[in-house]
């Protein structure tokens, strides 16, 4: 299935507000089966702004898309400056109360598993095991042409030797580790090829208008099936590639729970949007259910 390059998404009157009561949520988790689905919102506070929030990077950045990429020698330099730039900052970033309160209810049997549309990695950091990377991760590096992987701290390294001196003031950083620059700014950067064949390389990420692996699809609507309910933490659900999970969940039968501060795309398909912060209602939960987060006593 292919991702729709939808970028934007205009709640409809009919949409019921958001409640600030949690408790819902904490009756899923009791019943345990949960399956988290999660989007950049929660990794704002890890400082990864999103994409749609209140200061959303859309409101000044268009996303790369897979058809500009692979078209064009200077949309790729122009990707990989800003992608380059942005990794000094996007990978020192550490997982924040709510990743570490997923990882929480993880441990104690509460999660039948985790999806994230996030390519930080933060999930994994936080010490949640088995993450489906639904987008992929901005950690790794495919070559277009040969398949073969490499790292992104060896890119990196490959990188900063090409371009001795490259130190532009950055306008923002976005979710994709993208950050803003100028045409003036990117000047000439030079961008590498596969130390191996000498094809061009890409991040291990699903940009707009590209394909998700079908059997990455299919792996997480295995996961849909199998679990007691859904529970959607920091996305909008604007894209299709996360929203066809919740319409298979609600579909199914089983409770769509969200936790977002603005109206979803999902919204209609929820039994509750939970509008408070992630890091705090997470955490509270934890505490409700007498689960310690990162090693502190529940209170």
């Known amino acids: 299935m292919r991702m729709r390059p939808t970028l934007s998404w205009t709640p409809t009157e009919d949409l019921r507000p958001g409640t600030t009561d949690p408790e819902p949520v904490a009756d899923a988790l009791r019943a345990g089966g949960v399956l988290v689905l999660s989007g950049a919102g929660l990794s704002t506070e890890s400082g990864i702004p999103d994409y749609r929030g209140e200061g959303g990077s859309l409101s000044r950045h268009t996303p790369m898309t897979y058809q500009q990429f692979t078209a064009s020698a200077q949309a790729r330099r ?15 970033a550490r997982p924040n109360a709510g990743h570490r309160a997923v990882t929480a209810f993880g441990r104690h049997g509460l999660l039948s598993g985790v999806i994230t549309q996030n390519v930080d990695g933060l999930h994994q950091a936080a010490g949640s095991e088995g993450v489906v990377e639904l987008h992929g991760s901005l950690d790794r590096v495919a070559c277009l042409s040969c398949g073969v992987f490499s790292t992104r701290r060896e890119l990196a390294r490959r990188l900063e030797e090409a371009n001795a001196g490259f130190e532009p003031v950055a306008g923002g ?19 590498v090829p596969c130390s191996r064949c000498g094809g061009i390389l890409k991040p291990d990420v699903v940009f707009f208008g590209e394909t998700v692996p079908p059997q990455r699809v299919e792996h997480c609507r295995e996961l849909v099936g199998e679990a007691t309910s859904l529970l959607v933490l920091g996305s909008s659900l604007t894209v299709m590639s996360g929203l066809r999970f919740v319409r298979q969940a609600a579909q199914a039968g089983k409770p769509v729970l969200i936790v977002n501060r603005d109206p979803t795309r999902g919204d209609q398909h929820a039994a509750t949007r939970v509008a408070l912060p992630l890091g705090t209602t997470l955490t509270a939960l934890a505490d409700r259910l007498d689960i310690p987060v990162d090693g502190r006593t529940a209170a």
């Open 78 to 92: 122009r990707y990989w400056a800003r992608s380059h730039l942005g990794w000094r900052t996007f990978g020192r």
């Open 173 to 191: 950083l976005n979710p994709d580790g993208d950050a803003d620059l100028t045409d003036e700014q990117v000047g000439d950067f030079s961008v």
